[in-house]
């Protein structure tokens, strides 16, 4: 095989070491080095002292990173792979033979990188990540308040859609300080909910002891604890999306992208997609295209995969949103392939759509053009028109088309 790099280097990685092979013109050597920044430090000089041009490493599972931060400042290039793409010959690993592995791979250029953004930009993910772990967090502490009702014979849930809305907070709170007077709670409701007092005042009828009590005011604690948690990381990512305000504005145009989503998807691919050389690419680094699997002239059943899950939910959650709205072309999209393929493939090809739409406006620049809910109807208007008569003459009409 044909020499790409003469100078590189093999790094397997662990918790507390990093074996390091060099293959240079001079011959083959392996060191062996702590995790520690003084001995990653080491390392690096040592990689230096090689003439290394280019280093690989396996991505395993965060303990990559501290390696990266180090030689990321020498001005190599760094390649981060995935593990199942570089396994070797079973019965024949050693953390040696693994990082020599690694360094023939690379050295034959047999190895394709990950995907890993700038430092800033790295950052941002991590904020971004955080801030839906929190929510997430919130959620399941939401679940456990609607637990602690159910068992106090409190069926708030029944009458309020939101338990955590500005009336149903209010109600827990009194709930949580001692309150059992049916009416006394149901006058807390606000807005719209205020219609519905004597079905609040049934529902708010329960056996609340105690024990109940205590778990309420704890819960709700953490919940306001968690509320200024999210406050203050939406802070923060704003301000250093500050740059970026007109592309979220610009994605934020997407029917079912918010603010928050917009800051979500931009944190995980960046502003600059000249890294995916087309939308496809980008999408099947998401894992929102199904893979190929044929054999034998026979195509096998596939599935999307295992992509980025933080990309991914960001916007399936999105693609919800848009099936909501009303005369939007996803919206089109959704209940066109819902009624052949199902409520799931259909989301996830809405996800995919909004996906190639946010790289379209990232790479190309311009502004989201809503093409409406009839785009496919006046794309192929005769067929359309045939099929609504044909379903008519079905149920025993005459049909005789007049234009307008």
Known sequence: MEVLYQRCCGLDVHQKTVVACAITPEGKETCTFRTMTDDLLQLA????????????????????????????????????????????????????????????????????????????????RELVRYRRSIIRQRAQVVNRIQKVL????????????????????????????????????????KGRLKEKKPELQKALQGLVGSHQRTMLQSQLRLITFLD??????????????RPF????????????????????????????????????????????????????????????????PWLRDTLVEAAWGAMRTKDSYLAAQYHRLAARRGAKRAIVAVA?????IVYSLLKNGGEYRELGGNYFDERDKSNAVHRAVRRIERLGYQVELQPV
């Not at 990381?233 to 999306?241: F, G, L, S, T, V």
């Open 45 to 124: 000089n040592w990689v230096v002292a090689k003439g290394i041009t280019h280093v690989a490493m396996e991505s395993t599972g965060v303990y990559w990173r501290p390696v990266y931060n180090i030689l990321e400042a020498l001005g190599i290039t760094l390649t981060v792979m995935n593990a199942e793409h570089i396994k070797a010959v079973p019965g024949r690993k050693t953390d040696v033979k693994d990082a020599e592995w690694i360094a023939n791979l690379l050295r034959h250029g047999l190895v394709r990188g990950s995907f890993i953004p700038d430092r800033p930009q790295r950052e941002m």
């Open 150 to 189: 159910e068992g106090a014979n409190i069926k708030l849930s029944s009458v309020a859609s939101d338990v955590m809305g500005a009336s149903g907070r209010a109600m827990l709170e009194a709930i949580s300080r001692g309150v059992e007077d049916p009416e006394r709670l149901a006058a807390y409701a």
């Open 228 to 241: 200024e948690e999210v406050s203050r990381m939406d802070k923060e990512i704003a301000e250093r999306m």
């Open 245 to 308: 305000e007109e592309t979220l504005e610009r994605v934020d145009d997407i029917p079912g992208m918010g603010r928050r989503t917009a800051e979500d998807v931009l944190a995980e691919i960046g502003v600059d997609m000249s890294r995916f050389a087309s939308a496809s690419q980008l999408a099947s680094w998401a894992r929102l295209c199904p893979g190929n699997n044929e054999s034998a002239g026979k195509r096998k059943a596939v599935t999307t995969g295992h992509g980025n």
């Open 352 to 356: 995919h759509t909004i996906l190639v």
